[in-house]
């Protein structure tokens, strides 16, 4: 009995060994399965090459950039008006509002004439009396000089009857002057634009009281507009009449204007020390709102350096970098950026790469350092031949 269990203790321990033995074994071969799957997956990883197409790369190269002192300020119209009161009186209508569109003598604001039209009938009713007075005292006159040839008149009554006359013509004349100040003030109570524009701001309402000189109007011509800006006193040196100007105009993103230096003001700003600069614009491309803030550079030197498109290069943080195409690979290359170009957006390249040098024009963020590239180009080309060798 004791036997059997010795031989039925030792069978377990054998088999409790060779099932140990198999489990390193299984755990060994899962390893190295695994590790397998891996470097199949990093091949398979590494081996995916980025198929581009010419119009994905740009070559690097050198181009002007010009340069200059920074011009700031708004955009003014040449023509416009600031209609005032010319007489005191009520206002009966206003006929335009901002933004309308108005042709040279269209009716903007209506005052009411009542009592300058009773002046104007009162100053005609002294007209037609001093007209009368004044024949009276010319027949008058012609009478005593009849009467003085045969002596039937004195000299005295000749000089008074002379006087009388010429009292009476300053009368009349006084009268006509009355009654044209009356006529110009009747017509004064209509407002009319004095060119073809748009109104840009209405400062009355029916009913309120125009005293003289009270803005009623304005009235701008936005085909006439133009940049109106300042220049450091220590830059305004290199500004001269007809340089270019590149500018940009608040409101307008992402647009560039051109313009030419017209005038530039003899003296300086008492106060900010600056000198103001008159831009007109180079072209019918130009804002038709007024007072927008611009800013911009006037071109007064021209340097070449390399250049790259803004979109082609990454930030990251003070850091700039492009993708470099070498060879059949992609290379993450630093750069050392300098100016950028107001006309193009053009950017310098200092330091990185060197003119010829292939970049990726607008990289993504999934590019990879050393990645394999293949231009799209060379494959269709590739595949044709192949047809042809079949054929």
């Known amino acids: 009995m004791l036997r059997k269990t010795l031989i039925a203790i030792a069978i377990a321990s054998t088999l409790a060994a060779c099932n140990n033995n198999k489990e390193p074994e299984k755990t060994a071969a899962s390893s190295t399965t695994s590790a397998a799957e891996k470097n199949s997956a990093d091949k398979k990883e590494k081996a995916i090459k980025l198929l581009i197409a010419p119009e994905d790369t740009i070559k690097i190269g050198v181009n002007a950039m010009v340069s200059g002192p920074v011009v700031t300020g708004s955009i003014q119209p040449e023509r416009k008006a600031d209609l005032r009161s010319e007489v005191q009186a009520i206002v009966l209508q206003v006929l335009k509002e901002n933004g309308d569109v108005v042709k040279r003598g269209d009716i903007l604001v209506r005052l009411d004439e009542t009592a300058i ?15 009368l007075s004044l024949e009276q005292a010319d027949r008058a006159q012609q009478r005593l000089k009849t009467l003085r040839a045969s002596g039937m008149a004195s000299l005295q009554a000749l000089d008074d009857a002379e006087v009388k006359v010429d009292a009476a013509r300053s009368e009349l004349s006084a009268s006509k002057a009355r009654a044209t100040t009356a006529r110009q003030q009747l017509q004064r109570t209509v407002v009319r634009a004095p060119f073809d524009g748009v109104v840009s701001e209405r400062k009355v309402s029916a009913g309120d009281t125009a005293s003289l000189g009270k803005e009623l109007v304005k009235v701008i011509d936005p085909s006439s507009m133009r940049f109106i800006g300042n220049v450091s006193a220590d830059r305004i040196s290199q500004v001269k009449v007809g340089q270019a100007v590149v500018f940009r105009v608040n409101g307008y993103a992402n647009q560039n204007f051109h313009g030419k230096v017209t005038r530039v003001d003899p003296a300086a700003n008492d106060v900010t020390r600056q000198v103001e600069v008159l831009v007109s614009f180079a072209d019918s491309n130009q804002p038709k709102v007024a007072g927008l803030y611009a800013e911009g550079n006037i071109e007064s030197t021209t340097v070449d350096a390399l250049t790259l498109p803004e979109g082609a290069i990454v930030k990251a943080g003070d850091k700039s970098y492009a993708w470099q195409i070498v060879g059949k690979n992609l290379k993450k290359v630093d750069l050392v950026l300098g100016k950028r170009d107001q006309r193009t957006g053009n950017v310098e390249i200092r330091h990185g790469l060197a003119s010829g040098d292939l970049v990726m024009r607008s990289p993504s963020s999934n590019l990879k350092d050393e990645q394999e ?11 044709s031949t192949n047809r042809t060798e079949g054929n």
Do not use: P, Q
Request: hydrophobic letters at 40%.
């Open 117 to 131: 039209r009773d002046n104007l009938n009162s100053a005609e009713d002294n007209v037609r009396s001093a007209t």
């Open 373 to 383: 590239v293949e231009m799209a180009a060379t494959k269709v080309a590739a595949s």
